[in-house]
DNA sequence: ATCGGTTCGGGCAACGTTTTCTACCTAATG
DNA sequence: CATTAGGTAGAAAACGTTGCCCGAACCGAT
C-alpha cells in the first residue's frame, strides 16, 4: 500500500475519501463525530487518515463557520517588564476559551497599531486586546472610535487593558488598573511612617494618562494630610531606570530636603535606589523608597522594594473573559481592578529631624 | 446615502460590488491594485469600500493562495525571564517577514506540545518553533519525529530553539546557545582570578539537556587547567532561586572550602548572593559569583552579576529567518550561536589563602 | 407482500475571495 | 471604412470544508 503523496500539496479530505473508497462528506463526518457512521466504514477512513497523515485545513473550517476564532494581542513590545504577565493572562484565558492567540507588536508607533487593528478586522478576531497608555492625539482617538465600531458591527470587540476609556459612547471593553488609589496609598503610607518631604521621581509629561493619575493620587494624599505638594520635590523624567538615577541625584544635588522617594514605576525605583547607594545614604533608615507596578526585580532588588502591586495577569484574563462573554457581563464592560500595597525593606519610620 | 448594513453580518465583495455597481472581481482588483481599472470605477469602489467600512476576509483570501502565512511559537510559558527577548526575536523577524505570529503555551505538558502543534498543522503554519528543553522521552521524540516530516511534507517547516536536534535525518530547523562553550569561558575566567575551588550550584538531573552541558563546560574547563573537579562542591538543585539559596548554604554549612560559585542560572544566582549575604561573606571579596544567562535582573542585582550572556533575541530572529529561507540556507539548518561574558562586579581576584 | 422507520452514505450548495478566460468598447491604423 | 490592438469589465471556476437534503438498504411489523 503505497501512499499517494503528491509530495508539496497537503492531503484533502478528497484525498482521504479516494483511499477510502467513500465520499469526502463520510470522512467530514468521521472526523467530527457528529453523525452516525458505520464502524467498517470509520475504521477504513481512520486508517486512511493516518496513513496520509491528514489534517484539516483551518482555514477551509473558518470559512463554513466551525474552527477555533482568534484572538488579537496588540502590545508596544515583548521585553518589558509589564508585558509578561499581562500576556500570561491573555494567553491562558484565551486558551481557556479555545481561542486561538495573535500577537503583535507595534514598537510605540500609533500608526502601526491602527494598521495591526485593521489587519486583524481581515483576520476575523474575534476580540483585538489593546495594552498599555500611550500619547493619543485627536485624529488617532476618532480613529480608534471609527475602528471600535467597525469591530462591534461585525460581531468582533475592542478591548483596553490598562489604558483609559476612548469615550462614552465607544463599543469597548475596558479594564484599568486603579492607578490613582494605588498611588494614594503608597503616598499615605509614607506620611503615616511620618514622612513629611516626600519626592516624587517621573511625573512625565501630563498627557500621559498613567503618570497623570499616579501623581494625582500622590497629590490627593498630600491634600487628605493637610500637606502641600512642594514643587522643588516634583521631579519630572522618563520611565526607566537612567532617568531615576539622573534625577535623584540632580534631588540631592539640589539641596531640597526629603526622607521619602515615590518613584512612578519599579524601573525608576531601582535608578533611585542606585543614586542614594551612591551618595551614601542607607535605605530605609536615611530615606524611604516606594515603587509602583511590583515587577518581578522589586522582589530582588535590595533592599527589597516596597511598591503598589498590579494584578497583571487578572488583568489580562479579566480582559478576555468579559469581551468574549459580554452579553452576559453586559455592565461590567468598564473595569477598575484594585491596587493593593507590598511593603517589603525600603520604606519605613521616617527619621528624626536633626 | 443609506449605508444597507445588515448588522452581524460583515459585509463582502459582493455588497461592495452592489453598491458601487460593479462586479466582485472589479472589486478585489481595485483592492489588489494589480489589474487596470478605470480611474472612475476606481472611485465608486472606493467609496463603497469606505462607506460599508469593508475589510477582506483574510481566511477566505487564504484558501485561494493570498493573505499573510502565520508562524507558530509554541513556549511552556510567558512569564519566565527567557520567554521575552526570544520572544521579541521571533515576533519581530516573523513580522518583518510579512508573517503573523500565534502563540501558544503548553504549560510544560509535553503532551499538550505535541497537541498545539497539531493544531498549528491545521493552521497552515509556515513555521512551528519550540522554545526551550524539557526532558524528552522515546515517544514523545518518535511523536516529534513523525510530526517533523508531516510538516516538512506539506512544505511546513519544525523549528526548535535552544534545545537540541530530535535526530540526525528529521527534517528541522535548530538554533542553539553554545552552553557548553559558556560554561567553559565563565569557569575558566574564574581560573584565570586564582580560583582553585569553584562550586557549581543546580547540577539538576543529568538527563536535562541543559543542565549536562553547563556542567560539561564546568568540567573541562577544570581538565584544560589540571584541575580536578571536586565532588562535594557540585551541588544539585533546580532553576530557581530558592534551590540556589538552599544549596549555598547547605554548602556554607558542610564546611567545603570554596572561594567561587558558578551558578547554573542567574535565577539560581541571585538566591546564592543572598545565602552568602546572609552568611555575612562579601562579595566578591570573598567569594566571586558567576551566573548564566544574562537576563535582565543579573543587572539590577547588587553587586552586579558577571554572567554568560546568551543572545535571546538573535536566537528567535535567526530561528524565523532560517526556516523561511531554508531554500538558501540549506545548509545552516544547525547552528550554534556563540555566547560571550560580560563582568560586572560578582568576580574578583581569589582571596590569598590564609 | 407491503409499509414505516431507522441507519448510513452521497450529491450539491455554500462560505468569500482570487484568477483565468472571455467579451465588450473604443481608438488607432491600414 | 474595415481591421486590430489595447484597455476595461464580467462570468465562472477554483480553493477545502461542512451542512442540508435526499436516497438506498435493511429491519421488523402488520
Redesign the pocket.
Given at each position: 500500500m503505497v501512499a499517494r503523496l503528491s509530495s508539496g500539496?497537503?492531503?484533502?479530505?478528497?484525498?482521504?475519501?479516494a483511499i477510502a473508497?467513500?465520499?469526502?462528506?463520510?470522512?467530514?463526518?468521521?472526523?467530527?463525530g457528529?453523525?452516525?457512521?458505520?464502524?467498517?466504514?470509520?475504521g477504513r477512513v481512520m486508517r486512511a487518515v493516518q496513513q496520509l497523515d491528514?489534517?484539516?485545513?483551518?482555514?477551509?473550517?473558518a470559512?463554513?463557520?466551525?474552527?477555533p476564532r482568534t484572538v488579537a494581542f496588540i502590545i508596544r513590545d515583548l521585553v518589558g517588564p509589564l508585558f509578561a504577565y499581562i500576556g500570561q493572562g491573555v494567553e491562558q484565558q484565551t486558551t481557556a476559551e479555545g481561542r486561538l492567540c495573535l500577537v503583535c507588536t507595534h514598537n510605540g508607533d500609533p500608526d502601526r497599531e491602527l494598521e495591526l487593528i485593521e489587519l486583524m478586522r481581515?483576520q476575523q478576531a474575534e476580540a483585538v486586546v489593546l495594552v498599555g497608555g500611550g500619547v493619543r492625539t485627536a485624529a488617532h482617538l476618532e480613529r480608534m472610535t471609527q475602528l471600535a465600531h467597525a469591530l462591534d458591527r461585525t460581531g468582533s470587540r475592542l478591548v483596553l487593558c490598562g489604558r483609559p476609556p476612548i469615550g462614552a459612547d465607544v463599543p469597548a471593553t475596558v479594564v484599568e488598573y486603579d492607578n490613582e488609589g494605588g498611588a494614594f496609598a503608597a503616598t499615605s503610607y509614607l506620611i503615616s511612617l511620618g514622612h513629611r518631604d516626600i519626592a516624587i521621581v517621573g511625573r512625565g509629561e501630563p498627557a500621559h494618562t498613567t503618570t497623570k493619575a499616579r501623581f494625582d493620587g500622590y497629590a490627593r494624599a498630600h491634600k487628605a494630610h493637610g500637606l502641600e505638594v512642594a514643587e522643588q520635590r516634583v521631579l519630572p523624567g522618563t520611565y526607566d531606570r537612567e532617568s531615576g538615577y539622573q534625577q535623584t541625584k540632580a534631588l540631592l544635588d539640589s539641596g531640597v530636603p526629603f526622607t521619602a522617594v515615590f518613584a512612578i514605576t519599579d524601573v525608576v525605583a531601582s535608578g533611585v535606589l542606585f543614586a542614594l547607594r551612591e551618595a551614601g545614604l542607607r535605605v530605609p533608615e536615611d530615606v524611604s523608597v516606594i515603587g509602583y507596578d511590583d515587577i518581578p526585580l522589586a522582589a530582588d532588588l535590595v533592599p527589597g522594594l516596597s511598591t503598589v502591586h498590579l494584578p497583571h495577569e487578572e488583568l489580562g484574563r479579566t480582559a478576555i473573559r468579559l469581551a468574549l462573554h459580554r452579553d452576559q457581563h453586559a455592565l461590567d464592560q468598564h473595569v477598575v481592578l484594585g491596587t493593593h500595597l507590598v511593603i517589603r525593606e525600603s520604606t519605613g519610620p521616617a527619621p528624626h529631624k536633626q
Open positions: 500539496d497537503r492531503p484533502t479530505v478528497k484525498d482521504v475519501a473508497g467513500v465520499s469526502a462528506t463520510t470522512v467530514s463526518r468521521v472526523l467530527a457528529n453523525y452516525p457512521v458505520a464502524a467498517t466504514t470509520r491528514y489534517v484539516a485545513n483551518a482555514q477551509a473550517r470559512l463554513v463557520g466551525g474552527g481581515e
